[in-house]
């Protein structure tokens, strides 16, 4: 029989809370009364928008085991069993904190500009062969998604990864001394979240944050091909690093690329990895990937696990959704790809965005189609940083562009007339067009910051392989 994720009296010690109702134990941990599935401790977070005391009666009806709560009534304590605190999020990041206090687990912190989330789902795959693996889900990395995922952590975890990511100064130090990684990787510092900072150095000191909670001895892992690395490598040393190591195409990175073939939906890769030579194979292309890759290798090396078994591991990579996931799309006069990138965006992905579809090889007559929202919170270069995407776009051969947005407005201007497709001040205004345009043998590539709302773009893609999409296209003139 499975253990139990906790018992009460082991969430009353850790939380020094007060139990009301019968006694219990829980299999999860949810702050989400919607996603929460049977035998899960549901914890009344009262957020910006939404107070999770609303949802406790749902929760424990829906076989919720109990409820962390920071007041209780007559209705709460009728539908099932409470614990009562001064503070639900303290009581969140308790638990967290004793569920990271109980582990023998080998724990890794991952931050940084871009790559966090696919390259923690990369390390969930490879090191999950090797031995039992936690990982946040999904991009669980801030004041609540830290100390949740820590607190759905198996206490006979072998290997912990957690995601870090912040948008202010002094946001990242307080989570990675929850976590205590053993193992903190920065993938990469880029302008990202420029209207809360005043430069990018401001960024890089931020992401720094991740070694203050670096266990005394623990491992660096930094990208050395960054501009910021020395700046970082000084950080890191004053956090009582026990050993730093750097990634890149650098000829002094201790995780080395030697040689890469760049292929449409795949790379083939030859790298150093402290000493050690490894090829594999990426099922995931791009070269951003190929970066990150060696990152992965580095922390594997780290935690002293299996590097053969984490190369041949690579090839079983997915993109996870939103993050270069692919689609192809049937249609009765032919398919088409979509490439989602619709999660998020910032120059860095968007350039590397552009430069997969590159990459990529249109079927037929088939085009290169980048369909562009947005690029949020850059600050008051955010103008020039999108007409700089020009020159990518150029290089990645793309035929046809897409954009949305008020600044997208002003790339858009600055592209060939032949290159430019359709422009919209939304996402929603590009839907017609696309209909339009997309012909079999294209490769659609839609990416935009969350704000600028390019995944209906892709599911409004997805959707003409369905016979009333493909109506619409022969109705409008669509071949």
């Known amino acids: 029989m499975t253990a139990p994720l906790w018992t009460r009296d082991e969430v009353i010690a850790a939380t020094g809370g007060r139990a009301q109702g019968a006694d219990w134990s829980a299999s999860g941990v949810s702050i989400d009364s919607r996603t929460l599935e049977a035998g899960d401790l549901f914890v009344a977070i009262a957020g910006e928008n939404s107070d999770g005391h609303t949802y406790v009666e749902r929760a424990l009806k829906s076989g919720a085991s109990a409820a962390i709560v920071a007041r209780s009534d007559e209705a709460m304590r009728a539908a099932g069993s409470l614990v009562v605190v001064d503070d639900t999020l303290k009581a969140l990041e308790a638990l967290g ?199 992965m290798l580095a922390v594997v090396h780290a935690l002293d696990a299996d590097l053969a078994m984490a190369a041949l591991a690579m090839a079983h990579l997915k993109a996870p959704k939103g993050r270069g996931e692919r689609h192809r799309v049937e249609t009765p006069l032919g398919p088409f790809t979509v490439i989602d990138e619709s999660y998020n965006a910032n120059p860095a992905s968007m350039r590397a965005a552009l430069e997969a579809l590159g990459q990529a090889k249109p079927e037929a007559q088939g085009r290169r189609i980048a369909v562009i929202g947005d690029m949020l919170e850059l600050g008051d270069d955010s103008i020039a940083m999108h007409r700089g995407l020009a020159e ?46 997309v012909e079999p043998g294209d490769v659609v590539m839609v990416k935009g910051s969350l704000g600028s709302r390019m995944g209906p773009i892709v599911d409004l893609l997805r959707g003409l392989g369905d016979d009333e999409g493909e109506s619409i296209r022969r109705n409008r003139g669509g071949n």
Request: overall charge negative; hydrophobic content about 40%; aromatic content about 6%.
């Open 97 to 295: 904190r004793a569920a990271r206090a109980r582990t023998q687990a080998k724990v890794v912190a991952v931050t940084g500009s871009v790559g966090k989330t696919g390259t923690k789902e990369a390390l969930r795959l490879i090191l999950s062969e090797q031995g039992a693996t936690h990982a946040s889900a999904a991009s669980y990395n801030n004041m609540w998604g830290v100390p949740l995922s820590l607190a759905r952590m198996p206490a006979d975890t072998r290997f912990g990864i957690f995601e870090v990511g912040m948008n202010h100064p002094g946001e990242i130090t307080p989570l990675s001394r929850l976590v205590e990684p053993f193992a903190a990787l920065i993938t990469t510092v880029e302008a990202v979240h420029m209207a809360f900072f005043d430069s990018v150095e401001q960024i890089a000191d931020a992401k720094g944050e991740i070694f203050d909670g670096l266990q005394k001895g623990g491992v660096a892992i930094l990208n050395r091909d960054n501009p910021h690395f020395e700046r970082l490598l000084a950080k890191a040393k004053a956090s009582g690093a026990g050993r730093i190591i750097s990634f890149g195409e650098h000829a002094d990175a201790e995780a080395r690329l030697d040689k890469v073939a760049l292929k449409e939906d795949c790379s083939c890769v030859s790298a150093t990895i402290c000493g050690q030579p490894v090829t594999y194979k990426l099922s995931v292309p791009g070269r951003h990937i190929v970066m990150n890759s060696l990152a």
């Open 392 to 437: 990518t776009i150029r290089e990645a051969d793309v035929d046809l562009v897409f954009a949305s947005g008020p600044h997208m407005r002003e790339l858009f201007k600055a592209l060939p007339a032949g290159t430019q497709g359709a422009y919209g001040e939304t996402s929603d205004e590009l839907g017609e067009a696309l209909r339009e345009a």
